[in-house]
């Protein structure tokens, strides 16, 4: 397919028609780097949810709080320690992580709600 300005080059959208071939070349290679890295951080943290939901079913088992805000404070702390030492912005690396213990949290409640429930043989 020919690119025109009106039309995409679907390897380097917008700017296919407006660059010069070995920078388009350079930046499609650029972007499937990136498009690995966004897959492999979906696939970890799938494997990070399913860890925590081990957790989660594990605490809601034994009756545990779904927080643990002094563990949550330290991983903060550590991850933000790692950013730094990998260039990267900490506040960035918190907003981040916050995200994600939000969200096992969140996990964790409804488990612990759940196993409350009186089981469908038991009400009986």
């Not at 917008?14 to 696939?43: F, Q």
Request: zero cysteines.
């Amino acid at each position: 397919m020919s690119s025109t300005p009106d039309t995409p080059d679907a390897r380097g959208g917008d700017v296919a028609g407006r660059v010069d071939p070995e920078v388009l070349d350079e930046l499609v290679a650029m972007r499937a780097s990136i498009d690995n890295i966004d897959a492999t951080l979906v696939y970890l943290l799938a494997e990070r949810f399913k860890a925590t939901q081990r957790v989660g079913v594990l605490k809601a088992t034994h009756d545990l709080p779904p927080a643990d805000p002094a563990r949550e404070r330290r991983q903060i702390e550590r991850l933000k320690r790692l950013a730094e030492d990998a260039q990267l912005d900490p506040d960035f690396a918190e907003k981040f992580l916050n995200f994600i213990i939000d969200e096992v949290i969140r996990h964790h409640q409804a488990l612990s709600a759940s196993s409350a429930e009186p089981a469908a043989d038991d009400a009986r």
